[in-house]
């Protein structure tokens, strides 16, 4: 059985086979996306190491952008729908000052939602866009989960490095982020850099792997028949 070969080593490349697969289901929240394929795939445990060497300059940046937004997406979707009536909050943050560095103005986040917490008696549950502006400055963009609506007053009183702006998200929430994660806006500062960044409690997509003859709409009949209430089916994608 292909199931036996996981854990081998490959003698030539020294990569070690993690998975076995012809079906591979992510849950991202109420979301599911599932991929069938006509024949077995091998997951290797470093293969997007060897994957991306591969590729040009150029390549790798739009390989880079297009994980980006998949996470981004996956986060996101993990976090809505939740069992709560709270929508998320838009949050856009700007510095008065021309912080160009990305490590300062990450220190100055993190001092922010410390002080936040600090003063409301709970932690901020967010995914976070840095971005940089036209003059050069950081600036971000945040999705705040399960989070009450406050006075904007009182979030100035713990943003004290610029200005700040706060909206209700009714619809499409991944689409705020989403914007600002496209080849055109790719900073080059950002190479090899983080360009988003999370809180500690949000929930992440779970992928599961699965190698059996069951075709793909009989598990999305298992899936719909879970305890998962309003189930949207996000992409069901066969490959030959």
Known sequence: MLENYQGTVLPASRRKIK???????????RYFECREYD??????????????????????????????RQNVRGIVRANIDQDTNRKPLFLTLTFSENITDNRTANKFFKEFTRRFERGEGYRLSYISILEYQ???????????????????????????????????????PDWYLLKYITKESFD????????????????????????DNMPLPAKLDLVQQ????????????KYD
């Open 226 to 237: 879970s305890q998962v209430q309003d189930i949207k089916i996000s992409n069901y994608i």
């Open 188 to 211: 080059n500062r950002l190479y090899g850099e983080k360009s988003y960044f999370c809180s500690r409690d949000v929930k992440r997509p779970e992928k599961t792997y699965h190698l």
């Open 134 to 172: 036209k003059r050069g400055s950081v600036h971000y963009h945040c999705l705040l989960f399960d989070t009450p609506f406050i006075p904007i007053s009182t979030w100035k009183e713990y943003w004290i490095y610029g200005s700040i702006d706060i909206r209700l998200v009714d619809n499409n």
């Open 39 to 68: 024949t077995a795939r091998v997951l290797f445990t470093n293969t997007r190491t060897d994957y991306t060497k591969s590729l040009s300059a150029e390549n790798r940046r739009e390989s880079s952008i297009a994980r980006t």
């Open 19 to 29: 998975k076995v697969y012809n079906v591979s289901i992510t849950q991202a929240g």
